[in-house]
């Protein structure tokens, strides 16, 4: 989590990755994460996206966007692949151009919305996940620690 937040980027973003790792360090300094790092290091990217995004869109500090807000991103009954085109939408619009490697909010995008599938002969090559890692870490942090916005929704 940290080396993402390393790469820089806009203030709201390192704004977002602090409030984000604030919440998720502590609860897990005391664990052995080495199974479950990947999910929970995509999760809290995938929570700081989104406090970032809510934060441009109303003007806001990351620390005054309400969990409530982050409905629309993380709601259930939605896709993963409509869920993820929605945040597409909504990065774009922020000014971020989804090709452009060197942004490091669409550096970090690309990792954590990549959509896993488990093949049918190799089940374990996926790190125990089905759909992209913002939500599959998410689902993760809210059973762990309580983060409570997450409906993993119709994988």
Same mark, same amino acid.
């Given at each position: ?27 897990? $300094? +005391? &664990?052995?994460? !080495?199974?479950?790092?990947? *999910? ?7 929570? %700081? ?38 945040? $597409? +939408? &909504?990065?774009? !619009?922020?000014?971020?151009? *989804? ?7 669409? %550096? ?48």
């Amino acid at each position: 989590m940290r080396d993402w937040q390393a790469k820089g980027g806009p203030r709201l973003w390192l704004e977002a990755w602090e409030q984000v790792i604030g919440l998720v360090e502590d609860p897990f $300094q +005391a &664990r052995d994460i !080495a199974n479950e790092g990947v *999910l929970i290091a995509e999760g809290a990217a995938g929570l %700081a996206t989104a406090l970032y995004l809510l934060a441009a869109e109303q003007n806001l500090p990351p620390e005054q966007v309400a969990w409530g807000m982050a409905d629309e991103l993380y709601g259930p009954g939605v896709h993963a692949q409509e869920r993820t085109a929605h945040w $597409q +939408a &909504r990065l774009t !619009a922020a000014g971020h151009g *989804l090709a452009d490697t060197s942004d490091p909010v669409v %550096a970090v995008w690309r990792i954590i919305s990549r959509f896993h599938h488990p093949s049918d002969d190799h089940y374990g090559s996926t790190f125990r996940r089905w759909g992209p890692g913002y939500i599959a870490g998410a689902e993760m942090l809210h059973h762990l620690i309580g983060i409570p916005l997450v409906d993993p929704g119709d994988w």
